[in-house]
């Protein structure tokens, strides 16, 4: 795949410069804005299903309608 312009090597010193790049990644800045998205997005899914939430209500209107 060629997702960066680079193709696949697979040699075990590719695949661990890889880790380790993620692994630095995850520790960054980056890290941080995907652990900032993924705690709004916890939040967004627990509010939704709260009693006046958007899912409880779908849900809720779902049931009336077919059941």
Do not use: H, P, S
């Not at 790049?21 to 939704?48: M, S």
Request: some cysteine; glycine content about 8%.
């Amino acid at each position: 795949m060629l997702r960066n312009g680079l193709a696949a090597k697979g040699t075990r010193e590719a695949v661990g410069k890889e880790i380790r790049q993620v692994i630095d990644a995850c520790r960054g800045e980056r890290g941080e804005e995907l652990r900032r998205n993924a705690a709004e997005l916890k939040r967004k899914f627990e509010k939704a299903w709260e009693d006046d939430g958007e899912a409880k209500r779908d849900l809720n209107a779902f049931l009336e309608r077919y059941v």
